[in-house]
């Protein structure tokens, strides 16, 4: 699998050519209505833009929009930065004011392609991993030295809930191995596994 990357949290960019101010907001997005009430946010905090041109890519899709200004000025290469960098569940936004003079197509594009791209740039940015997340039930009298299990071969636990037999999620490598809960026997019982991807900073 290539690898992929998205971002730890909102960014905002500024350029400036000919008086027209472009505002690149960079941020983490997992579906397309959760982009749509950051995008009414963006249009709020910037209420008298003459553009809100965009793109996202999540897992199961990608959009870019030109909001107006000429056919592939904007959105296109928009969303060339996400593809370029890999990016994942991530939307981008470049806010323009107008600044009275008309750009022409070309710096147009490379205009929404740097403030898109200084966005980036400020990003910190997290490379998703495939990890296996994994569900156990533990007994209270192994629980501890359960948890030393689990900091030895450098799985992360990420939830315990106590019941009458102790629940943990945790995460473990990509090719984990049920078996090898068994040096626990019966003290602790797999329940399941599923795909993750976790994420790792990277910048």
Known sequence: MKNKYTVKEKETSFIEVEKSKFYGIIFSTRSKDEFLKELEVIKKDYPKARHYCYAYILESEKKSSDNGEPTNTAGKPIL????????????????????????????????????????YKKAIILKLVEKTKVRVLVDLDTYDKFLSYLKTMHYINIKTLFNDRIIVDFLADKEFKKESLDIFLKKVEYVGEVPYLDEEVVK
């Open 80 to 119: 060339n930065i996400l593809e370029v960098h890999n990016l994942v569940n991530v939307g981008l936004v470049v806010v323009r004011y107008f600044g009275g003079t008309l750009l022409g197509a070309g710096r147009l594009t490379r205009s929404y392609a740097l403030a898109a791209e200084e966005a």
